[in-house]
């Protein structure tokens, strides 16, 4: 393949006019505390329903898919600037985020074309909420020995098993979910994808009491769930692709480094109240914190630039999470060293990041999963 | 953006690897002696020193600054790639880079043809004739004391140079050798723990060292892109000042990481990590102290804010 873009850094005059675009629109919709909010805290209020439909109105929020389904083959860099900008100030599409990120992606990748029909439409019109069923009480970081099973019967399969850790359950119209399919399989063959409707019977809901405060996870039960034939994704037995490419998505959709490069402002714009900033100790702490979200956003444009360019495999998105997880880290730390005890209050900032700090480190695979993946890929050191 | 190398790119830099892989020895313990005839080479092949007139021609020196220290070449890239075209300075000179009131112990001063001194408010040069005292210093760049020789040849100021400029490229220079030879050590100990075989398997196997490579892996790789998107932004203070920082801050933990890794043998001449590790010890020294960085970082993001 020929390829006739240099090496460079710079943002189109396309690029640039979206961010501002955006920045603008925010700036005069957003209520003054909105800012307050962690991003993925409020996956559906009015406030949110409202601001996801607006945000799909103007062609942002699926800027990136295909024409055909609702965007405007716009490349990976509208997703992630679009993204960006949404996420640093909490996130007003609530938990609508997720679905232009990776769930629709994998629909479009390997649904039929009455999936396709079914669902990416109002993912696109940012009108729908999803959940992913992923992990499982006996399956968390080793999501192969997921047990959930789908026994075929007739047009439908029955689904039995348990879910937990399920981020916007309670919200979510359908379920992302993983389920085996093979009974005599083990580990990651055998694995199937449902796209299941949350209003079937036999599904319920709870919520798993916490302390994350500022996000919410829930216990799916499935009880003899009668989920129609059609609602498979891809073929069956053959998920473990799907989920992969998915997590892939998942590790880099949420551009968290962005929240925490806000977060650092605010807490900045405090510490220059107080003329804290004028201290080298101080100052050299925001230093590292910005440098570390500055990072961890140029390893995420580097998996943005592997999506633009059609590689999709590449180790790049296990890198950019170890970055972001140290970004958040590093931001968690300064809020809470600089506001002192006033940072213990529920819902400072620091506290907020604290607890985002912490999450950080677990949603889309631990953090552990992302250093086993870099040593095997990038540095070939096999188990 | 772009993360991918275009054609005329990656043939620069396929050029510069055939020459690498043709001449280039690796360093010898304590001091490199400098290879003048790879260096002239390099140079007047135009893969090395050459003008440096947009973002891309900065970004492509940076890219062969890197390359060449991943490669364990000990030769001033520093200065030819980024300090000599920016001051006007012939490349083909070897020339070595100091702080003004810092002349006793100069890397490449020992071998270099000349010294470039950055001031407070002036650059300024001198060539370096005759013989100079070797420092003790047994961190593989050949340094030396330019005080005498620089000033019984005379020191020139440069006109028109401005110190900060000057003292950004040669940071980010810094930055570039120490991404560099970071990813290069990196590779080397990832190759020697799948080669050595303990408790009955490669140490590559077990997860507990394979996951502190993998921490090594990204401090490495953030150093690498933070500085080469500095490089397209070689005039912003804070894209330098970052890539600067996180090249700095990772340097230290992953001399003592990896050589913890590789266990007593990685000390010996002969495994080789010291062409490395010494020269990431010498690099972060020239530096500074990374907290000047950070507060630089600071400075640049928030000097305004309310």
Redesign the interface.
Known sequence: M??????????SDEEAALRQEVQAFLAERLPEDWDLHTPGEDPSSPFTRAMAADIAQRGWHTAHWPEAYGGRDASP?AFIIVAEELWAVGEPRGSQYMNTSWIGPAIMAAGTEEQRRQHLGPIARGEVHWCQGFSEPEAGSDLASLRTRAVRDGDHYVVNGEKIWTSYARQADFCFLLVRTDPASQGSSGISVLLVPMDLPGITVEVVPTMLEIHVVHRIRFEDVRVPVSCLLGREHDGWGLIREALAHERVGAPRFARGSYVL?RL??WA??RGL?DE?AV??????A???C???R??T??V???RA?GRPDTPSPY?AR??IV?AERAVAELGMDLLGRQGLRRRSRADAHVRTAMIAGLGGGSY?V???L???L?????? | ?????????QAHLDALQAVIERRAVPPAYPVAEIDRALHRELVDAGLLGFPLRS??DH?LAV?VVEALSRANVVLPTVATALVAPALGLPPASMLALAEEGALDLVRFGAQAHAVVAVGDDAVRHAELVGPRADADVAYVYPYGDVAAAAAAAGWRPIEGADPAPVRRLWRLGLAAELSGAMLGA??AV?AY??ARRQFGR?L??L?A???R???A??SA???R??T??AA??ADDDE?V??AV??AS?AAHPLCMELHQLCGARGFTLDHGLYRWTLRLEALRVELGGP?E???????A??SS??
């Open positions: 020929v390829r006739l873009e240099p090496m460079e850094f710079g943002w860099w402002d900045a714009a220059g109240e900033l080298p100052a050299a702490r925001f230093g590292r910005r440098a570390a500055h990072a961890a140029l390893l444009y580097r943005m630039d592997d360019k890198v170890v970055a140290r552990e992302q250093l086993n870099i040593a095997r990038c540095l070939s050191m096999k188990g | 953006m772009d993360f991918d190398p275009d054609a005329t790119q973002p891309a970004l890219l990196v590779e990832a723990l799948t490669p590559a196997a997860q060292l394979q996951h490579m993998a921490e892996h990204a790789e953030a150093a892109w933070s080469r998107y397209w932004h894209a000042a970052a920082l996180t801050d907290d960085h950070a507060v630089a970082v600071t400075t993001r928030w804010a309310p």
